[in-house]
């Protein structure tokens, strides 16, 4: 048993860079401190980080359908999560996934999509090209690309609205989702031709510090501190918004969630906003996986908003 158990520690390594660990070795440490009988079984089958958490989630009440591609590019291409349970919602729900802009996969967030879908919701999961490939706007301009998209792609049902949109970001995915909220010409050339839903912001960098060592090589086109900055871009028009961070994020500090906050209410924009005392980056998305909700309460918290604005709405 103890040579198991190195061997699963193998399975546990750390980004050497500034000590910070990676998001899925991250939830990968979280789940091992709760679940360590179950990942001694998975590793001694090779497991890799984003499989422990995806191989705790549960696979009964959603179908999917994965890698339709929204663009020519390997990386323009989403799943689509559909309750296979329950009568679904008309509204889509779309997550952008985090990672810098330069690392991340949809295959990481299948936890995502069942939270989502045991929701009642259609979710759309993408990829988008990264550095060094692409700089800003283009991380922007794919996810707009698969909204204006789902029409065409989305798999049919008569009932669900593909122009309803939900748009919920983690990180530098909520970075991407302000920027589609905040400045709604990107979604409008990309041929979309309606307003957002709603808009979830999760840990996000939206007073983007262009100089940040993170950031400065993806965003060499920008020129001021305004085209890149959803701060600077909010207007009265931006969608009804519901933002969360952890008190202990160091990857984010929550100060950009408190003030987006405070200038959406100034903008007279429906706004509501959630700190959690004891959570960090990764606890917060990491939180909607079934096994690990009892961390925060970010699930019960989105679906309570979600149903008390009435953008629950069940097919008939």
């Known amino acids: 048993m103890t040579s198991m158990l190195r061997q699963i520690m193998s399975f546990h390594p750390i980004l050497i860079k500034k000590k910070t660990l990676t998001f899925m070795h991250r939830l990968y440490s979280l789940t091992f401190r709760f679940s360590p009988f179950l990942l001694t079984l998975l590793?001694?089958?090779?497991?890799?980080?984003?499989?422990?958490?995806?191989?705790?989630?549960?696979?009964?009440?959603?179908?999917?359908?994965?890698?339709?591609?929204?663009?020519?590019?390997?990386?323009?291409?989403?799943?689509?999560?559909?309750?296979?349970?329950?009568?679904?919602?008309?509204?889509?729900?779309?997550?952008?996934h985090g990672g810098s802009w330069a690392s991340g996969s949809k295959n990481d967030y299948l936890f995502v999509g069942q939270a989502f879908s045991e929701m009642g919701y259609v979710t759309v999961v993408p990829n988008y090209r990264l550095y060094p490939d692409v700089e800003f706007p283009e991380f922007v301009e794919d996810i707009a690309q698969a909204i204006a998209k789902l029409p065409e792609l989305l798999p049919t049902n008569k009932c669900v609205d593909p122009k309803n949109v939900i748009l919920v970001g983690h990180s530098a995915g909520a970075h991407t989702a302000a920027?589609?909220?905040?400045?709604?010409?990107?979604?409008?050339?990309?041929?979309?031709?309606?307003?957002?839903?709603?808009?979830?912001?999760?840990?996000?960098?939206?007073?983007?510090?262009?100089?940040?060592?993170?950031?400065?090589?993806?965003?060499?086109?920008?020129?001021?501190?305004?085209?890149?900055?959803?701060?600077?871009?909010?207007?009265?028009?931006?969608?009804?918004?519901?933002?969360?961070?952890?008190?202990?994020?160091?990857?984010?500090?929550?100060?950009?969630?408190?003030?987006?906050?405070?200038?959406?209410?100034?903008?007279?924009?429906?706004?509501e906003s959630h700190l959690y005392h004891k959570t960090d980056h990764v606890e917060l998305v990491g939180a909607l996986s079934s096994k690990l909700r009892f961390m925060n309460p970010v699930y019960a918290d989105i679906s309570n908003y979600l149903h008390k604005n009435g953008f629950d709405q069940a097919c008939n």
């Open 179 to 271: 920027m589609l909220a905040t400045a709604p010409e990107y979604l409008k050339n990309a041929g979309f031709d309606r307003d957002l839903t709603a808009f979830i912001g999760m840990a996000g960098p939206y007073d983007l510090p262009l100089k940040h060592e993170l950031v400065i090589e993806k965003f060499t086109s920008v020129t001021n501190d305004i085209d890149a900055n959803p701060l600077h871009l909010a207007t009265a028009a931006a969608p009804p918004t519901l933002l969360f961070h952890g008190e202990q994020d160091t990857t984010a500090y929550p100060f950009h969630t408190l003030y987006l906050a405070k200038r959406l209410e100034k903008l007279g924009v429906p706004v």
């Open 43 to 96: 590793c001694l089958s090779a497991c890799s980080p984003a499989s422990v958490v995806n191989f705790l989630t549960p696979r009964g009440d959603f179908d999917v359908v994965k890698n339709i591609h929204y663009g020519s590019a390997d990386r323009q291409v989403f799943d689509v999560y559909t309750p296979s349970n329950v009568t679904p919602n008309q509204a889509v729900i779309v997550f952008v």
